[in-house]
């Protein structure tokens, strides 16, 4: 009964898996993201000049 169980475990894990690797492809390569992923790659920049003042003691 054990090894029945392992093989349906490891078969039905691996497509789970499978299809939720495809899922994630489908969603970070779907149509219109390309600006909200722009604005989340320049966040980081996005305040360097108020960071730049604070640093060198201008207010």
Avoid at 9 to 17: I, R
Avoid at 27 to 34: D, M
Wanted: aromatic fraction near 16%.
């Amino acid at each position: 009964m054990y090894t029945v169980l392992r093989e349906l475990a490891d078969s039905w894990f691996m497509l789970m898996m499978f299809l939720f690797f495809i899922g994630v492809i489908i969603f970070a390569f779907r149509p219109g993201t390309k600006e909200s992923y722009d604005r989340l790659r320049n966040l980081p920049l996005q305040d360097d000049d108020v960071l730049a003042k604070d640093i060198s003691g201008e207010k």
